[in-house]
């Protein structure tokens, strides 16, 4: 489901989500990301996360997008994401091919993403009759708020180039390359740095956006499991993606 891999002598931790199609992020594959963090992340100059076949993450499980499962998953993935923002060291999102709903918040919550140039990032969510509550807090505090809007409220996903121009892609890569990409942006940037104070600045860097995100990524989790999950229009989009077939909104 997920695979380490160790690059410059352990300084480089790979989390490669591994999972086909399209490495969702199922309760147990977010399970399985916390516990490779606590088994592997110590002592790190650099902690990425990537897809294998060809894609970042197409998000969470939508059949897990109902009462019940998603009292689970919900919290254990906002969970996953403040161990993120927690880890002291540098973190980046490798990303190619598509990165969306959930995957996109996996990559928000890193420091840095780096994509290959025809990968697209969105937030899908609003097709089901749901809104990402950790994608709604962290894309306003990495573009602006105006921009998190659009994509939030129409749910369009849109390239690595766009996303770059926005400042949330640190660099971009030719289709193929990403690891030849990531692997020169660290010997470039942090292979000569000390481990202390990349830790330390780590954490520093993150202290605002921290003390921003996280209680309002907790007030979001509330509002979609009291007001979107018990509602008919919730339910409806999940069987209209699973039937494929166009929803039928009631508003209720």
Known sequence: MIRTIEERGGAWLRIVLDRPRGNLLSLEMVRTIAAALDAHAAGRKWVTFEGAGG???FGAMVQEHVPGPMERVLPETHALLRRVLALPAPTAALVEGRCLGGGFELALACDLVIAEDDATLGLPEIGLAAFPPAGSVLLP???GASRAASAVLTGVAKSAPHWH???????LAPRGRIAEAAGAWFDRNLAPRSPVALAAAALASRLVLRAIAEPAIAAAEKLYLDRVLPSHDAAEGVRAFIDRRPPEWTGT
């Open 141 to 143: 505090l990495r573009v």
């Open 165 to 171: 121009d926005m400042g949330l892609v640190e660099a």
């Open 55 to 57: 894609e970042f993450s």
